[in-house]
């Protein structure tokens, strides 16, 4: 069985600064896919950034990158130049082999202006 | 870029009636949606899989009988909860992948603020 790992509940960064939300997941499938959610106060869920398991590069998406490291199981999201805009829960999910996600916990983050 | 559509986005229902939530892919087929619960401060929890043409698969402790899902076109599903009691006030998201390529990213509708009062 699949499991997420978000270890902080709640994190601030000064606005136009970089933060690094954490993500460590647990499988024991060889093909796998690692997403990034955010969701603000509205409950949508905004879909920012995939990294796939046979992937080399860490993935990238404007002010968004992943940092896979597959060894250690994590898949942190690093948003860099934070903006107010920014403020909302962010969560980390996995899948594997189904399209059926399973989520971390979340992490709520601050920008302070 | 592909949009899931889900309605209402609020409602408020009476003890012991049933409310239907639907849940729309715009301009892709879905064979297959899923269905969450997130409670206030909590993560998402998935609740059933949704398929076209066949029974839903619900996930562990989830009652079907409760919570009753249809998917009867291949750009609509429906997840109607029965009988509704304050513990189910909650909030319900879909969610649809486009294309037959597995660990895609999800598309999610806007969910639905329930409140049974």
């Known amino acids: 069985a699949q499991k997420i790992t978000q270890t902080q509940p709640g994190m601030f960064v000064q606005e136009k600064e970089a933060v690094t939300l954490d993500c460590t997941y647990d499988t024991s499938d060889q093909s796998y896919g690692l997403f990034w959610y955010k969701q603000p106060s509205s409950g949508e869920m905004i879909f920012l950034i995939y990294?796939?398991?046979?992937?080399?590069q860490n993935a990238t998406e404007g002010r968004y990158s992943l940092n896979f490291q597959k060894a250690r199981k994590s898949a942190n999201l690093v948003i860099s130049a934070s903006q107010l805009g920014d403020s909302a829960m962010y969560f980390c999910a996995a899948s594997s082999g189904t399209y059926k996600y399973i989520f971390g916990t979340g992490t709520r983050l601050k920008v302070l202006a | 870029g592909a949009v899931v559509s889900q309605h209402p986005s609020r409602v408020i229902c009476k003890s012991g009636t049933s409310v239907k939530i639907e849940c729309r892919s715009l301009d892709f087929q879905a064979t297959t949606m899923f269905w969450y619960r997130q409670f206030p401060k909590q993560s998402l929890m998935l609740m059933a899989t949704s398929n076209e043409g066949s029974k839903a698969t619900y996930e562990q402790g989830v009652e079907k009988d409760k919570f009753l899902i249809n998917h009867a076109s291949l750009t609509l599903s429906t997840l109607t909860v029965t009988s509704a009691h304050p513990e189910d006030s909650s909030f319900y998201i879909c969610?649809?992948?486009?294309?037959?390529?597995?660990?895609?990213?999800?598309?999610f509708g806007q969910g639905t603020r329930l409140t049974v009062v």
């Open positions: 969610s649809a992948n486009r294309g037959y390529i597995q660990n895609t990213e999800a598309f």
């Open positions: 990294q796939g398991s046979y992937d080399e």
